[in-house]
């Protein structure tokens, strides 16, 4: 297929069927950023209310570069992956303190910040200042390498690399902001994982569906072996709140607060003996239902134990902080935290 016939059929497509509403189709750097940001890994029924909310309180660059990073997260939390949020702040800080609040124009620009890899950049600079640039996220892989035929996991290298070059002679030269959002649309709401042909605007001239292969391309990834790890959470608690502790700067929900934990599934007996010295009295320990949560590289086994206090709790460990239940909602946490509070409290 030519560029020009899969760029008019694309742009045609998007004008007449695709998402024309969404609160950051705007020109606006800014929003297009915090938004491209939020898209990454969450999908945008999600992010309509958390980008609505983020905006009200940080509605510019300057506001956000001021925030703390206790604030930002009570905006991230539920979202996820929250590397992202502490990204953007820094990034926003770049540009407020050593560019004066002047966003970049240029993708190249844009990759130096932290956190901003190529199709965020380029999804930017298109949307903001019509640069002629090409995304190429997991959906635009998946819709470009069925109608071509390209049998090949997405994450091979060398596919990576042809699909910039095949991605990057199929834009236009016109309607450019119509067509990425084309890109996006399409793969996520008609050739998705489990693809709708019969909708498709391509389905005359794809080539996995001519060989009857759209659910065989993209072939699978090849396999990480994941590993499994498990902590036991202490959920400190009486009627007033409970205690959480503020994760360390490193390893995962860092900076976030969480419960509690310690390395392996432990007893009852061994729960008890950690909390000696934890000037706490305590009424009752029940073990609640343990569950899993999948990090990219391992699985993790949370092993959640419930202590019932006396109200008079004291209980200083480092970085812990006794939280009253109606605070709960303000406070950036882990999402299988946060559940787990909101099932215990419920
Ligand atoms: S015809 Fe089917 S497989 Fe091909 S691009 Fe359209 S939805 Fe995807």
Same mark, same amino acid.
């Given at each position: 297929?030519?560029?020009?016939?899969?760029?008019?059929?694309?742009?045609?497509?998007?004008?007449?069927?695709?998402?024309?509403?969404?609160?950051?189709?705007?020109?606006?750097?800014?929003?297009?950023?915090?938004?491209?940001?939020?898209?990454?890994?969450?999908?945008?029924?999600?992010?309509?209310?958390?980008?609505?909310?983020?905006?009200?309180?940080?509605?510019?660059?300057?506001?956000?570069?001021?925030?703390?990073?206790?604030?930002?997260?009570?905006?991230?939390?539920?979202?996820?992956?929250?590397?992202?949020?502490?990204?953007?702040?820094?990034?926003?800080?770049?540009?407020?303190?050593?560019?004066?609040?002047?966003?970049?124009?240029?993708?190249?620009?844009?990759?130096?910040?932290?956190?901003?890899?190529?199709?965020?950049?380029?999804?930017?600079?298109?949307?903001?200042?019509?640069?002629?640039?090409?995304?190429?996220?997991?959906?635009?892989?998946?819709?470009?390498?069925?109608?071509?035929?390209?049998?090949?996991?997405?994450?091979?290298?060398?596919?990576?690399?042809? !699909? /910039?070059?095949?991605?990057?002679? *199929? %834009?236009?030269?016109?309607?450019?902001?119509?067509?990425?959002? #084309? &890109?996006?649309? $399409?793969?996520?709401?008609?050739?998705?994982?489990?693809?709708?042909?019969?909708?498709?605007?391509?389905?005359?001239?794809?080539?996995?569906?001519?060989?009857?292969?759209?659910?065989?391309?993209?072939?699978?990834?090849?396999?990480?072996?994941?590993?499994?790890?498990?902590?036991?959470?202490?959920? !400190? /608690?009486?009627?007033?709140?409970? *205690? %959480?502790?503020?994760?360390?700067?490193?390893?995962?929900?860092? #900076? &976030?607060?969480? $419960?509690?934990?310690?390395?392996?599934?432990?007893?009852?007996?061994?729960?008890?003996?950690?909390?000696?010295?934890?000037?706490?009295?305590?009424?009752?320990?029940?073990?609640?239902?343990?569950?899993?949560?999948?990090?990219?590289?391992?699985?993790?086994?949370?092993?959640?134990?419930?202590?019932?206090?006396?109200?008079?709790?004291?209980?200083?460990?480092?970085?812990?902080?006794?939280?009253?239940?109606?605070?709960?909602?303000?406070?950036?946490?882990?999402?299988?935290?946060?559940?787990?509070?909101?099932?215990?409290?419920?």
């Amino acid at each position: 297929m030519l560029p020009e016939e899969f760029s008019n059929t694309l742009i045609k497509w998007q004008k007449e069927s695709g998402r024309n509403n969404l609160p950051w189709q705007v020109t606006d750097p800014y929003k297009r950023w915090v938004s491209e940001i939020m898209l990454q890994q969450t999908q945008v029924a999600t992010v309509i209310e958390y980008y609505e909310r983020f905006m009200r309180r940080f509605p510019t660059v300057q506001s956000l570069a001021q925030a703390s990073e206790d604030e930002l997260m009570q905006y991230w939390s539920g979202l996820g992956y929250y590397s992202r949020a502490r990204n953007m702040l820094r990034s926003a800080k770049i540009i407020v303190q050593d560019n004066q609040g002047v966003f970049p124009q240029k993708r190249l620009d844009w990759e130096k910040l932290p956190g901003v890899g190529r199709s965020t950049a380029a999804a930017v600079v298109a949307f903001s200042f019509g640069e002629k640039e090409t995304i190429l996220d997991g959906n635009v892989k998946r819709v470009l390498m069925r109608i071509y035929g390209i049998e090949a996991p997405s994450d091979d290298k060398e596919v990576t690399k042809h !699909l /910039w070059e095949l991605a990057e002679s *199929l %834009l236009p030269d016109h309607d450019l902001p119509r067509y990425i959002q #084309g &890109l996006m649309d $399409l793969g996520a709401t008609v050739c998705a994982r489990k693809p709708k042909c019969d909708v498709c605007p391509f389905a005359n001239c794809c080539e996995a569906k001519r060989q009857e292969k759209q659910n065989e391309i993209p072939l699978p990834k090849k396999r990480l072996s994941r590993s499994q790890k498990e902590w036991t959470f202490l959920l !400190l /608690w009486n009627d007033d709140g409970c *205690l %959480l502790q503020k994760r360390s700067e490193q390893g995962v929900w860092r #900076g &976030l607060y969480s $419960l509690p934990s310690v390395d392996g599934d432990l007893s009852e007996e061994e729960v008890m003996e950690t909390l000696k010295g934890w000037n706490v009295k305590i009424r009752n320990v029940q073990r609640l239902e343990s569950f899993p949560h999948d990090f990219s590289h391992f699985r993790l086994i949370l092993h959640p134990f419930a202590i019932h206090v006396s109200d008079d709790v004291t209980a200083t460990k480092a970085n812990t902080r006794w939280v009253r239940l109606k605070e709960l909602p303000d406070i950036g946490m882990p999402a299988p935290i946060r559940s787990l509070l909101e099932r215990f409290f419920a």
